[in-house]
């Protein structure tokens, strides 16, 4: 199978196959400004200096991105490689399946990057394990270091809904004791619990609250060039939110993207 020829590719996707996968360059891509990306600031900035630092061939640490569907996680990785493609960053999208062909992916972008002239960001999108997925254990080799030492220029960022990525159960807490004051937890749940703390950066992406949401809406109808008053959309902007369970960023770009093609349509230039 023919590699992605990386200076014409800015990703690429591994296909798994029945026997191994292949990786495949990926032609069109979605991908946002980071300047786009409103009300997570403080994250955005943490971020964009830890691929900063990868980018310049300086230390950097592994990240999970989690919290709730809609909140800017996945958007975030792709905003960082559209500001940071020029300089030689790269992306390789895998899923949570994909962990389990680790030792080939790499060997997969070491061949098609020989001369190593770019740095690869390994980014799983959803990632998250079952109580007896083998593929958490790969997971753990590759954050922990495993015999082979990983390739200094591919970093792996992942996003997941879970704040721990593998399930927890009641029986879980069964292992837990006491050492005179203080609860020690069992091996089960000491393991669940320390997988995600093995990524160097954990970043946490939380709901807005109603003001934020608004301050939102608000940003996305003037990047869409509409500036009718709050007094205009406020109530219909919160009864979208409503109906849709959730002031996430993305409910609030749909929202305005609601509100001014609907306009357009009843008031057409």
Request: charged residues 30%.
């Amino acid at each position: 199978m023919e590699l992605p020829d990386f200076g014409r590719h800015l990703a690429a996707r591994w296909r798994r196959q029945r026997l191994g996968g292949h990786l495949e360059g990926l032609a069109r891509l979605d991908l946002p400004r980071l300047d786009s990306l409103l009300g997570i600031e403080d994250i955005k900035k943490t971020l964009e200096t830890n691929t900063r630092q990868f980018v310049a061939g300086l230390p950097a640490n592994d990240a999970l991105l989690w919290g709730g569907r809609g909140t800017g996680k996945s958007s975030l990785v792709k905003a960082l490689l559209h500001a940071y493609a020029d300089e030689g960053l790269r992306l390789v999208e895998i899923d949570s399946q994909a962990i389990l062909d680790l030792p080939e992916i790499l060997a997969a972008i070491a061949e098609a990057d020989a001369e190593e002239k770019y740095r690869f960001l390994l980014f799983c999108d959803d990632l998250s394990f079952g109580s007896d997925d083998p593929a958490y254990r790969s997971l753990k080799s590759l954050l922990d270091g495993g015999v082979e030492a990983r390739p200094s220029n591919v970093l792996l960022y992942a996003t997941s809904n879970r704040r721990h990525l593998l399930p927890r159960h009641f029986s879980d807490n069964e292992e837990y004791h006491r050492h005179g004051e203080e609860i020690i937890a069992g091996e089960t749940a000491e393991e669940k619990i320390s997988l995600s703390e093995r990524f160097g950066l954990w970043l946490g992406f939380y709901p807005f609250d109603q003001k934020q949401y608004l301050a939102i809406v608000r940003q996305h109808l003037q990047l869409l060039n509409n500036d009718d008053s709050e007094n205009e959309w406020r109530e219909e902007a919160l009864r979208w939110a409503l109906q849709r369970g959730s002031r996430s960023g993305r409910v609030a770009q749909h929202f305005a993207r609601h509100w001014v093609g609907s306009r357009g349509l009843q008031d057409p230039a």
